[in-house]
């Protein structure tokens, strides 16, 4: 059984995107494609520079929304 991998990828413009797949390359590829999120398709190439296995679904989910929560927060602080 494949597990369920968050990811983060560092995009052209240094920014960061944040996802969730189970299979990790081919998701890249899309990114890197165009065809991954309109997000990544504005600014890619695209490079992995994170991930985490889960067995879970939902437990992978919630570590992907914990992630872009902190992201988030840390750019709503660095902004002023």
Do not use: W
């Not at 494609?33 to 992978?60: M, S």
């Amino acid at each position: 059984m494949k597990k369920y991998v968050v990811y983060i990828l560092r995009c052209e413009n240094g920014t960061f995107y944040t996802g969730f797949t189970r299979n990790v390359e081919m998701r890249l590829h899309h990114h890197n494609n165009g065809t991954g999120a309109k997000y990544t398709a504005r600014h890619n190439p695209c490079t992995l520079v994170y991930q985490e296995e889960f067995d879970d679904r939902e437990i992978a989910l919630h570590r992907e929304l914990q992630i872009k929560k902190k992201n988030r927060m840390s750019k709503k602080f660095n902004s002023s």
